[in-house]
């Protein structure tokens, strides 16, 4: 038997749209592969077929959130013999909003080598054309469907210093972008990109109260991204913090009311804690 450590689990970034954004080394790794894994099995033998890629009598293995669990000992075994080993999301860079996290967990635990072809990702690609900042940026990736669990994350958000980036499908983008515009702010610059490398490729730009609008419209169809810019710099007051918090106080926990206020305003937590124990008279 081959040395366990031999075996090598290759990512492979796969295009997000375009078939020709392929790389040169991840089509060498296609065909060099002992074994094929890929979230999509159907997506990846199209993906080999233009490029004249064959599967011939590899093993290609099924990979994906209701598949991972069983699939990720077959994967092992393969690496214990020492297989070189490509796994393939079904679109752009593996594990960003993509099921192979645990995959590539087992397989460092096991001692095997991971490694990565690198390529496009939806998210870098609509960051890089978008026109908001890009030194800082935050990626959320997909956010929940229900509204409650979609509104709490969006309020998590509120202070982050820097562009936010999500994946949305057309169905809900106009729910999304309502509560964006609530919970983030109606003036926030944003872009909602629209089948990025494709021949429909879409950016509409504007303020999320403005896309929304536009959105109600005038609904989009494929693969979408948003982008929000980052707030825009305030200068809280420790009264406003007062009276914001005076009124989370009212129907909140102490320590909600904190979460809420330092989201909201972003100023240091240390401070917001402090003023809300005044308030409570535990100063």
Do not use: W
């Not at 909003?97 to 072809?117: F, M, N």
Request: hydrophobic residues 45%.
């Amino acid at each position: 038997m081959s040395d366990p450590r031999a075996g090598q689990l290759v990512l492979v970034t796969t295009p997000i749209g375009n078939a020709r954004d392929i790389t040169l080394r991840g089509l060498d790794l296609l065909r060099e592969a002992d074994v094929l894994v890929a979230e999509d099995t159907r997506s990846l033998r199209r993906l080999m077929d233009i490029h004249g890629v064959p599967v011939g009598g590899r093993p290609l293995l099924a990979y994906h959130d209701h598949s991972g669990a069983k699939m990720r000992d077959k994967v092992l075994s393969h690496l214990a013999l020492g297989a070189l080993v490509v796994y393939a999301s079904e679109a752009g860079t593996p594990l960003i909003a993509d099921p192979g996290y645990d995959l590539v967990q087992v397989a460092r635990a096991a001692g095997h080598g991971v490694t990565s072809a690198p390529g496009p990702s939806a998210a870098v690609t609509a960051l890089s054309i978008a026109g908001l900042p890009t030194d800082r940026f935050f990626f959320e990736g997909f956010m929940p469907s229900a509204k409650g669990a979609r509104r709490k994350v969006l309020q998590s958000l509120v202070a982050v210093p820097g562009t936010l980036i999500f994946y949305e499908s057309p169905k809900r983008l106009e729910k999304s972008l309502g509560d964006m515009a609530e919970i983030l702010g109606e003036d926030r610059a944003a872009v909602v990109a629209r089948e990025l490398t494709k021949r429909f490729e879409e950016i509409r730009a504007g303020t999320l109260a403005e896309l929304c609008r536009l959105v109600a419209e005038t609904p989009p169809k494929g693969e979408i991204v948003i982008l929000v810019g980052p707030a825009p710099a305030r200068n809280i007051s420790p009264e406003e913090i007062t009276r914001m918090l005076t009124a989370a106080l009212a129907s909140q926990s102490a320590k909600d009311a904190v979460a809420e206020v330092t989201a909201a305003t972003g100023a240091p937590r240390r401070q917001v804690y402090k003023q809300a124990l005044a308030i409570l008279g535990k100063s």
